[in-house]
Nanobody, 120 residues
Framework: QVQLMESGGGLVQPGGSLRLACAAS????????MSWYRQAPGKRRGLVAS???????NYEDPVKGRFTISRDNAKNMVYLQMNSLKPEDTAVYYC??????????????WGRGTQVTVSS
């Protein structure tokens, strides 16, 4: 009923930048919290950044000052601007959203992920 789809991943050199986007589609009543997670090879998926419906943001320490999460509620989009990228940022990045399909129905949705590789 609701689909999240990431885009914008790719190969970038250390110190470079990428901008990830996540588009939500389907029977959307309202999108509440949205987040970006990442999973490196051999590691567990972990939170990168989150943003509430009203724009309150939270960042995990490894990306503070380098990444910026934002959203466009009119377009049902969330973004992750990644600057000063480091090799340790290499991972599959996933979009996550708490989405209401009605006034009293909310469910968690995941995108399928987009690969970000930071390498010289």
């Amino acid at each position: 009923q609701v689909q999240l789809m990431e885009s914008g991943g790719g190969l970038v050199q250390p110190g470079g930048s990428l901008r990830l986007a996540c588009a939500a589609s389907g029977d959307i009543f309202r999108i509440n919290d949205m987040s970006w997670y990442r999973q490196a090879p051999g590691k567990r998926r972990g939170l990168v950044a989150s943003i509430t419906r009203t724009g309150i943001t939270n960042y995990e320490d490894p990306v503070k000052g380098r990444f910026t999460i934002s959203r466009d509620n009119a377009k049902n989009m969330v973004y992750l601007q990644m600057n000063s990228l480091k090799p340790e940022d290499t991972a599959v990045y996933y979009c996550h959203g708490d989405v209401q399909t009605g006034p009293n129905h909310e469910f968690e949705y995941w995108g399928r992920g987009t690969q970000v590789t930071v390498s010289s």
